[in-house]
């Protein structure tokens, strides 16, 4: 079974940036389209970034221009590169593949943007 861990996140301030990592635990990892969502306090989890195993991304519309998504294959590792980050970007972040699968929730890391 692969097993995801999120790691990263932290306190910062409007402006600032943070990189987020989510590492496999198996070599599985490289074929599977992976996503990263977040789940503000009273909202729903969101995909905000996927890359599939080709390295084809997408981009919800609030982070477009802002957060990067990118895997490292040899190392089972998937990114979230956030930027500019916003108030409103203060969520649990998880990892996952896309679309989820049910037994690769993990903690997830809680990513806090405030002065």
């Known amino acids: 079974q692969v097993q995801l861990v999120e790691s990263g996140g932290g306190l910062v301030q409007p402006g600032g940036s943070l990189r987020l990592s989510c590492a496999a635990s198996r070599s599985i990892f490289s074929i599977l389209a992976m996503g990263w969502y977040r789940q503000a306090p009273g909202k729903q989890r969101e995909l905000v970034a996927a890359?599939?195993?080709?390295?084809?991304?997408n981009y919800a519309d609030p982070v477009k221009g802002r957060f990067t998504i990118s895997r490292d294959n040899a190392k089972n590792t998937v990114y979230l590169q956030m930027s500019s980050l916003k108030a409103e970007d203060t969520a649990v972040y998880y990892c996952?593949?896309?679309?989820?699968?049910?037994?690769?929730w993990g903690q997830g890391t809680q990513v806090t943007v405030s002065s």
């Open positions: 890359i599939n195993s080709g390295g084809s991304t």
């Open positions: 996952n593949t896309n679309p989820p699968a049910s037994p690769f």
